[in-house]
């Protein structure tokens, strides 16, 4: 079956970077694009950017433009998001989940909580 | 950017039917997708393609799309019904944008 497992949680300082990894499995990692989405405690849903596995053409929401970096590594069919300038406002649980242009979101890992803390 | 805008709330007595509404300018051109999370976990999708029900989703769960406003129709509320519910659309720029999110209450 279709599984994303997300690498563990992490704790970080502000201004340093954190990289969370997604490693695919049960279907063909190029296939489908890999997004990358975050929930802040007692909030919402919130998009971050997708990679397509097969080219590595990326995509991000605006706000994150700049700070987000979106890679994979397909021998071993695993896709990475490294998020720099990390502050407070960026505590949250951050998810992988696929989902080709215009289809839903699914499946999703099963988060990666990300503490940003003094 | 492309706004998906829900109500935070909506309650509902068990048995009885709950109308979670996505409105979005021209909402009814874009496929809505939606998703129901519970506590501590990941988002699972309900429906998709306005009104496909993925295998696994009961019948009560129904999906409409028109207009400015996409309607997630739950019939026959169950307590383990009670969780938080997002709409989802593509926008033209190929990003994806999700609606604030609904709080179900199985009263």
């Known amino acids: 079956q279709v599984q994303l497992v997300q690498s563990g949680a992490e704790v970080k300082k502000p201004g340093a970077s954190v990289k969370v990894s997604c490693k695919a499995s049960?279907?063909?990692?190029?296939?489908?694009?890999m997004h990358w989405v975050r929930q802040a405690p007692g909030q919402g849903l919130e998009w971050m950017g997708w990679?397509?596995?097969?080219?590595?053409?990326?995509n991000s929401a605006q706000r994150f433009q700049g700070r987000v970096t979106l890679i994979r590594d397909t021998s071993i069919s695993t896709a990475y998001m490294e998020l720099s300038r990390l502050s407070s406002d960026d505590t949250a649980v951050y998810y992988c989940?696929?989902?080709?242009?215009?289809?839903?979101?699914?499946?999703w890992g099963q988060g990666t909580q990300v503490t940003v803390s003094s | 950017s492309y706004v998906l805008t829900q109500p935070p709330s909506v309650s509902v007595a068990p048995g009885k039917t709950a109308r979670i509404t996505c409105g979005g300018n021209?909402?009814?051109?874009?496929?809505v997708h939606w998703y129901q999370q519970k506590p501590g976990q990941a988002p699972v999708v309900v429906i998709y393609y306005d009104s496909d029900r993925p295998s696994g989703i009961p019948e009560r769960f129904s999906g409409s799309n028109s207009g400015n406003t996409a309607t997630l129709t739950v019939s026959g509320v169950e307590a383990g019904d009670e969780a938080d519910y997002y709409c989802?659309?593509?926008?033209?720029?190929?990003?994806?944008?999700f609606g604030g999110g609904t709080k179900l209450t199985v009263l």
């Open positions: 021209n909402i009814g051109s874009k496929s």
């Open positions: 989940a696929i989902g080709d242009v215009r289809q839903q979101l699914n499946p």
């Open positions: 049960g279907y063909t990692f190029t296939g489908y694009y």
């Open positions: 990679i397509n596995p097969n080219t590595g053409d990326t």
């Open positions: 989802q659309v593509w926008d033209s720029s190929s990003d994806v944008v």
